[in-house]
């Protein structure tokens, strides 16, 4: 089992930007797909990016449109969100997740390990 640890969560105003990071011991990111999810008090687990093995992706979920990205650093072997115009109704704990499969899946059930999350707060 891949151990994954993010970081880069904070409290920020609306507005802002922040980037989230996740780095991996074992796996390299760039053999396969990675995602990050986001849960807010209250509510389900929500899709936010993933990204592909190398030639597919990425896929974003409705609220990332137009003002997140993701992307792979593999010199460092980190996937990163970077987070612009928050707000906030982006407070959550974000996830980040990794599969063995090749496709940027917005399906929870596709990843096979998980972040323990870090914590995003937007205030307004």
């Known amino acids: 089992q891949v151990h994954l640890v993010e970081s880069g969560g904070g409290l920020v105003q609306a507005g802002d930007s922040l980037r989230l990071s996740c780095a991996s011991s074992?796996?390299?990111?760039?053999?396969?797909?990675a995602a990050w999810f986001r849960q807010a008090p209250g509510k389900e687990r929500e899709f936010v990016a993933a990204?592909?093995?190398?030639?597919?992706?990425?896929n974003y979920g409705n609220p990332a449109k137009g003002r997140f990205t993701i992307f792979r650093d593999s010199a460092e072997n980190t996937v990163s969100l970077q987070m612009n115009s928050l707000r906030p109704e982006d407070t959550a704990v974000y996830y980040c997740?990794?599969?063995?499969?090749?496709?940027?899946?917005?399906?929870?059930?596709?990843?096979?390990?998980w972040g323990q999350g870090t914590q995003v707060t937007v205030s307004s």
């Open positions: 990204i592909g093995r190398s030639g597919y992706g990425p």
């Open positions: 074992g796996w390299i990111f760039s053999n396969y797909a």
């Open positions: 997740a990794v599969t063995k499969g090749a496709l940027p899946s917005a399906s929870s059930s596709s990843y096979d390990s």
